[in-house]
């Protein structure tokens, strides 16, 4: 029908027993509390944030996605540079990552632990409602079969269901628009977290999700894995 469906970024919990090191901290640090769903940042609500960050997923040109990413090459690729927010990609469920990323000091950390993405044409034959894309943005969602996410050997809180008003995924970027076929309407619907400013220093975030709907014979049972050693810069004097 020419619709395009992506699914995405999940994480599953084969990577906390990893065996990866990562160096201490001199002192033990609280572990924080990630926002909730009703947070906003630099009065941004979370749920808005989701849909910049599928936004900062296809800018990139095809086939160079960063939840293709293996190493952590691309982490500063693309992000705001005095943004409020850092953005963190999952993985296309193919492959478990192990990635290194530096951060810069005092930006809250969006993670996705599993989630949802489709969307439509906005006009033709195959253009669908926001309440249809929606939808199919939900599948799989009442299905979360687990979501652990670890913070330097810590659990987190477990992560919250955000769910994105509708949006053009592409209208921002020409070369999008010219490569991703033209503009769309576009859901996202899944498990996230979004982390206040880590303290300068080495951290490492273990991410494990997965779903558990047979009904869905593509996505229904994706099950992943991703970890990072991050790097947060120090505060600027």
């Not at 900062?56 to 409020?84: I, L």
């Not at 439509?120 to 979360?144: D, F, H, I, W, Y």
């Not at 020409?174 to 880590?198: I, T």
Request: proline share 8%; net charge positive; charged share 20%.
């Amino acid at each position: 029908m020419g619709l395009s469906a992506g699914a995405i970024l999940g994480v599953v919990l084969a990577a906390c027993t990893a065996s990866t090191a990562i160096a201490a901290p001199a002192a033990p640090q609280p572990v924080p509390a990630p926002l909730g769903s009703v947070a906003e940042v630099d009065g941004v609500a979370a749920a808005e944030w989701t849909a910049r960050w599928w936004r900062w997923v296809y800018a990139f040109p095809a086939g160079r996605e960063p939840y293709r990413d293996r190493s952590g090459a691309q982490c500063a690729q693309g992000q705001d540079a005095d943004g409020p927010v850092w953005f963190l990609a999952g993985t296309d469920g193919r492959f478990d990552a192990k990635r290194r990323c530096r951060v810069p000091a005092g930006r809250h950390l969006l993670v996705p632990a599993i989630n949802m993405y489709f969307h439509a044409p906005l006009r033709g034959e195959n253009a669908m409602s926001c309440a249809r894309v929606k939808a199919e943005a939900a599948l799989n969602n009442q299905a979360l079969v687990s979501a652990v996410v670890l913070l330097d050997g810590r659990p987190l809180a477990r992560p919250v269901r955000l769910v994105s008003r509708c949006f053009d995924t592409f209208a921002a970027s020409r070369d999008s628009l010219r490569e991703r076929g033209g503009r769309v309407r576009a859901a996202a619907d899944g498990y996230w977290l979004l982390l206040p400013p880590l303290a300068p220093g080495r951290h490492r975030l273990v991410v494990g999700a997965n779903y558990g709907n047979d009904a869905d014979p593509d996505f229904g049972r994706m099950i992943q894995n991703f970890e990072y050693e991050l790097e947060i810069g120090e505060p600027a004097i």
